[in-house]
């Protein structure tokens, strides 16, 4: 039953998948693979809450297993609970530092958010962590496209800088002592 589930996940019969993963779950409710295709299948009909849930009991089922903890992890994140997601990330990083999905996933979720330094710092520690040629070419080709990204930004100025290089360029005492003689003259 759970093969005919994943073949009708594959052919992308999301809701006849989803039927056919509960009748499984049906016989087994703590089936791990059976509540992760549900999982998927509820991903992929944009039911995030409910595939939120699945790869939860997947994640509780079967702790030690680190792709059902990504799941229900980038689940949350779709969810509208990036937070608790990137709490969920780096709970599973500190018990497992090596696991590439984790900080390939985290990275993206990053780049999502806007965080792009800490993103890369997470596509970098995912090429320590000794990817296979296709994952080594996906993380390349994510953080070039954030290279080509990154030169047409427009980045805001540094005030800081510009403030105190104004401040250089005007003679002792210039605004301050500009705005004391227009009052003095409105007061006379």
């Known amino acids: ?60 089922a079967a702790p030690e297993n680190s792709d059902y903890v990504v799941d229900w992890a980038n689940s949350l994140g779709m969810d509208n609970q990036v937070y608790r997601a990137l709490e969920v990330f780096e709970e599973l990083l500190a018990r497992q530092p090596d696991c590439l999905r984790a900080h390939l996933e985290l990275g993206r979720l990053h780049l999502r958010l806007g965080a792009i330094p800490k993103g890369r710092q997470c596509f970098q520690q995912a090429l320590r962590c000794r990817p296979s040629g296709a994952q080594r070419q996906q993380i390349m080709a994510i953080l070039q496209e954030q290279d080509r990204m990154d030169r047409k930004r427009y980045y805001r100025p540094d005030f800081e800088a510009l403030n105190r290089q104004q401040q250089q360029q005007q003679p002792q005492g210039g605004l301050i002592h500009h705005l004391r003689r227009l009052l003095s003259r409105w007061f006379r």
């Open 1 to 60: 039953m759970k093969q005919q589930a994943y073949e009708q996940l594959q052919d992308g019969r999301f809701e006849e998948a989803v039927e056919t993963f509960s009748a499984a779950l049906s016989l087994c409710p703590q089936e791990a693979q059976a509540l992760r295709g549900r999982g998927w299948a509820y991903g992929e009909l944009n039911r995030w809450t409910l595939a939120e849930a699945d790869f939860r009991q997947a994640k509780d």
